[in-house]
């Protein structure tokens, strides 16, 4: 997957793609988190030397960073929303606790994708990627 297509939210991904880009944005979050801590300090501000603008940076390149993962993760989920020939704002069933997380799961990652092109694109088997389950 390309850099451009990573931020887009136009066509469809598979199940593999769709997982390997979640889990892709949880290991660069968690890294990240771990080397902001080191950096801006996990306790008391003037024990870490990070005082004054720089733990303001800190902050903000944290910011930047969250806003960019939060992105490629939605991107994604909208993708393969779009595999399975259903809207993007169809990822709000998402919002309900329990339930709307079991339904992002049995739809994002269990079920299948449209075998043929759709109103969103060609499959994404059709672009050299396997259309095999993703857990497999």
């Excluded at 969250?66 to 989920?77: F, K, N, P, R």
């Excluded at 993708?79 to 399975?84: A, L, P, Q, V, Y």
């Amino acid at each position: 997957m390309g850099v451009s297509r990573l931020f887009s939210l136009n066509g469809r991904i598979g199940r593999r793609e769709f997982v390997l880009t979640q889990i892709a944005v949880f290991v660069a979050s968690y890294f990240t988190t771990f080397l902001l801590i080191v950096v801006g300090g996990a306790g008391f501000a003037s024990m870490t030397g990070v005082e004054g603008v720089w733990s303001t940076l800190v902050n903000v390149i944290a910011a930047i960073l969250a806003g960019l993962g939060l992105w490629i993760s939605l991107a994604a989920a909208v993708k393969r929303c779009h595999d399975r020939a259903l809207s993007g704002w169809m990822l709000l069933f998402a919002m309900p606790p329990v339930i709307g997380q079991l339904w992002l799961f049995l739809s994002l990652v269990l079920a299948e994708g449209e075998a043929g092109a759709n109103a969103y694109g060609d499959p994404a088997h059709a672009h050299g990627l396997s259309p095999a389950p993703a857990l497999a």
